[in-house]
């Protein structure tokens, strides 16, 4: 009973480095998300894939990119990464878009960057 | 601008004390508000609301919508010390894919 899982759970980069941060549902849903989520900020999307083939900018996707892989995995990448970018991140699915279904969420991986 | 205000930001209560948990909005073509608990990690769903004035209800939790006035309110009664969580309310709207805002959550803390 996995739902979504988020790899790593924890990562320290330096200032220009890249990553990419996996994640994986095995609930056989359409839709999945990549959030930030900062003090006093709330979540905030980055980018989502309605379904598998097709990727959308969120609020806030400068410095990032996605890629659906397949129906089940969706990572997000960190092309050179950024002290403002430093926050916990969090996948999650539905299994439909946006609001019109509950959203499942992974555990998140924290993300600090020096 | 579309958005959704939560409040209080935080909150202690002790145990056995009643809580309500607000959430107003202000978005274009309305079509669901959702509230979920965030202890430690994962954000996990509580409620979905679609409908005014039909109250949901789950244990010693319960939420409302009142769409004429644009709120949400998030009823907690005999508070545990478990029941200590950030409270997100999201909300969606627009679209045929709709569009998802959270709040800021409300920070609850529940003393022994």
């Known amino acids: 009973n996995a739902g979504v899982t988020q790899t790593p759970k924890f990562q320290v980069l330096k200032t220009g480095q890249s990553m990419t941060l996996q994640c994986a549902q095995d609930m056989n849903h359409n839709s999945m998300y990549w959030y930030r989520q900062d003090p006093g900020m709330g979540l905030r999307l980055i980018y989502y894939?309605?379904?598998?083939?097709?990727?959308d900018k969120g609020e806030v996707p400068n410095g990032y990119n996605v890629s659906r892989l397949n129906k089940r995995e969706f990572s997000l990448r960190l092309e050179s990464a950024a002290p403002s970018q430093t926050s916990v991140y969090f996948c999650?699915?539905?299994?439909?878009?946006?609001?019109?279904?509950?959203?499942?969420f992974g555990d998140g991986t924290r993300l600090s960057i020096l | 601008e579309d958005k959704v205000v939560q409040s209080p930001l935080s909150l202690v209560v002790h145990e056995g004390d009643t809580v309500t948990l607000n959430c107003s909005y202000e978005v274009t073509n309305f079509r669901s508000l959702l509230w979920y608990k965030q202890e430690k990690k994962a954000p996990t769903f509580l409620f979905m609301l679609t409908s005014s004035g039909i109250e949901k209800k789950s244990g010693r939790l319960s939420s409302i919508l009142d769409k004429k006035e644009l709120f949400s309110i998030l009823n907690i009664t005999a508070t545990q010390t478990g029941d200590s969580a950030v409270y997100l309310c999201a909300v969606s709207y627009g679209g045929s894919q709709g569009n998802l805002i959270f709040g800021k959550g409300t920070k609850l803390s529940v003393k022994p």
């Open positions: 894939s309605a379904s598998e083939g097709t990727t």
């Open positions: 999650a699915s539905s299994s439909v878009p946006r609001g019109n279904q509950p959203q499942h």
